[in-house]
């Protein structure tokens, strides 16, 4: 018979009967007798239960999932079956005010129901189904017969030592090329007739890998395998759910196979090698992982990645505009991201050095100037220590115990006063003592961030190798990630892009758009007097402006002599498409310009511009109207974004997700012709002296031979303003280059003195 228990933190209103459709009879227990402890510390669990009555357990919310089981994440395992009886599901009740989790629930429950029925079981891994080859004879009979199978679908996977090519080797590989079935075998074992039956396999399937750009970057600089087609189900699922952290394989495993969490044993093993040895997670390497244990979890990876594909493929593929965003910007940008990764962000190692020092002086300085103030020296001699700016505990009682600062309300995890970045910006208002705190860590962050960590991961040609990736963001915009987060670079301080360098001979060239969003805009309203200031040329936001207060003056005297109106004009045009209002727009004008700017002349502003760009207006309630009678939007492009919380009571969710859609429709047209323009003038470029290493926000970034900066400037020029179906007609885009020795433009250099 089968019995069930419903376990929750503590006993709630829930009617779980009801929740559960009646589908099956349970016995419901609690953590925690005591309804009012907020949060259930294990000696506030008094639980009597024997768990050997039931056959299944459902663990309703964290807390009782991470007391019963090694795992800790709710969403990731909710509707999943742990350790052979637990059934973990999201609570419910957060569905009043996060209901962007229905689905995830109504998942879940359908999977719970059917574990309890027996209709829905976690597959057992034989031997015969996820082979270990450690043999040449064995990996030549698997291969070809990969090779001679009717499947044209295969899935490749690798095991490395490192997360770059330069930093590690190839253990092994996994192989797949009929449903669950497929081995793991070591790279010990390749020859060079094993070479050739493999690639004959890469030149006459299509591969299929579980985030390619990272196994490509492997098989292509360890081997030099070519790959003419390949297929990525990270992607895959990244056009069916663009929600970051959601598409690893172990996730798509559970939710699409019947394998759950099949690399569970191999991780327990790791975790309890790593005990016995004294081993940082850090430190251990997957070499370490013997045969035996790694070959079945190894095999298994390709073995999911073809079951995941078959349901992912045919989804996006049937969906015409999911699968134009995948077949043509996902697939290309995942080849060229492969191959600026490797050409790598060019550094100067002197003026690395050179940098940290500086940076160093400047905190030591910085700290010195701190010291002098009366209030830290009665600190110091109250306490009968020194002042440490990085004791988050010190600095409040300095702030508002003998400075006597009042707090703002904003409070830690813990209860305490904050003192972050946003808290030490009002205090700056108040007294110099919070602008030193703050130049000090702004100073720190760039030392310890940026210029400590990149010396030591400099490659042998002083070139930085780091990730870009596409799955990254909601908007379509790359993200970056690894070694060194390049989309966020300092920006007022030069010393970090002044040790990105090109070497000698060669120049940094930097092409940045300009006001593409709004261009981008005014396309899809088909506002015709919006277009015509870009027609026009000369300074956008005076154009605006001299139109909408039907200004007395030339364009190019509108900055001289009506710099409020255009820093008005300005904060409508950036602010308006993105749901801004009069006081946002108030708030914006009188910070930039410096004099007070209401909130009623803000509203008249906006009343004016709309006036002027009705059919952006229109344009911006038919997009909005759209999202929330949808939930959902696409871009001209094809991209979708979801957006459930339109469905919430709360305004103001429901408020930020309507102006999340319409960035969304506008950013991600305006990035993904900065990508495609990218990716084109790459393939054009093959051969020639200039190499792309990055692409920043609205920028992209190459290191060119300095003969060659010229034409390069003309390719990528032409390739980014390529008509795509959203140019204004005889008005491309607009492009912009700096070209300089080092990413900083000089400023490196006249800011130092060097």
Known sequence: ?????????????????????????????????????????????????????????????????????????????????????????????????????????????????????????????????????????????????????????????????????????????????????????????????????????????????????????????????????????????????????????????????????????????????RKSKGILKGDFTWDSIPFEVMKTYAAMDAVVTLLVFEKLYPAVKKNPKLWSVYENILIPGCRFLTDIQDHGVPFDRDRLEKGRDLMQSEIDEAVNELYEFEAVEDFEAYHLKQFNPNSTVQLRQLLFDYVGLKPTGKKTGTGADSTDAEVLKQLAEQHEIPKHILNIRQKSKIKNTYLDKILPQLDRDDRLRTGFNLHGTTSGRLSSSGKMNMQQIPRDNPIVKGCIRAKEGNKIVAMDLTTAEVYVAAVLAKDENLMNIFREGGNFHSNIAKLVFSLPCEADEVAEHYATERQAAKAVTFGIMYGAGPAKISQQVTGDSGSYFSKQQAQEVIDDYFRQ??????????????????????????????????????????????????????????????????????????????????????????????????EYCEILKRNVQKDRGFSIPGCPVGCDFDVHDDYSLGKFEAKYDI
């Not at 669990?45 to 999932?65: F, H, K, P």
């Not at 793991?184 to 890469?202: A, S």
């Not at 759209?626 to 103001?652: C, Q």
């Open 613 to 710: 760009f009705h059919r952006l207006k229109k344009w911006i309630d038919t997009s909005s109207k759209f999202i929330m009678d949808n939930g959902f939007i696409y871009s001209a492009l094809g991209r979708k974004r979801r957006l459930p919380n339109v469905n919430s009571d709360n305004a103001g969710i429901q408020g930020h997700e309507v102006r999340s859609g319409m960035n969304f429709l506008v950013q991600s047209v305006a990035s993904d012709i900065n990508l495609l323009g990218a990716i084109d003038a790459h393939d054009e470029l093959k051969g020639k002296p200039a190499k792309i290493f990055a692409l920043v926000h609205d920028s992209i970034l190459a290191e060119v031979e300095e003969s060659y900066v010229d």
């Open 1 to 273: 018979m089968t019995k069930v228990a419903i376990i929750e933190s503590k006993l709630s209103r829930t009617d779980w009967a009801d929740r559960f459709d009646s589908a099956f009879e349970f016995d419901r227990y609690a953590l925690c007798s005591d309804a009012r402890k907020k949060k259930i510390l294990k000696a506030d669990v008094d639980i009597e239960i024997n768990l050997d009555d039931y056959t299944w357990v459902v663990l309703v919310g964290s807390e009782a999932l991470k007391y019963y089981t090694s795992v800790n994440s709710i969403t990731e395992y909710s509707g999943r079956c742990v350790e052979d009886k637990f059934l973990p599901v999201i609570n419910p009740a957060m569905l009043s005010f996060k209901p962007e989790a229905k689905p995830l629930w109504e998942e879940s429950k359908k999977n719970i129901k059917e574990f309890i029925s027996g209709d829905l079981i976690v597959a057992q891994i034989t031997e015969e189904q996820a082979l270990g080859i450690d043999t040449e004879e064995e990996a030549r009979e698997f291969l070809q017969a990969a090779l001679d199978h009717p499947n044209k679908f295969i899935a490749l996977d690798s095991e490395t030592t490192g997360l770059y090519p330069r930093d590690g080797y190839m253990i092994g590989f996994s192989l797949s090329y009929k449903k669950d079935m497929g081995a793991y075998i070591l790279t010990d074992v390749i020859t060079p007739d094993i070479e050739e039956i493999m690639q004959k396999i890469f030149d006459t399937k299509i591969v299929v890998f579980h985030n390619a750009k990272f196994d490509l970057a492997f098989f292509e600089y360890h081997f030099n395998f070519k790959f003419p087609r390949f297929e990525d189900t990270m992607l895959l699922h990244y056009c069916l759910e663009e929600q970051p952290g959601t598409h690893g394989l172990k996730q798509l495993a559970m939710k699409y196979t019947p394998y759950g969490d099949y690399e569970k044993p191999m991780h327990d093993w790791i975790d309890g090698y």
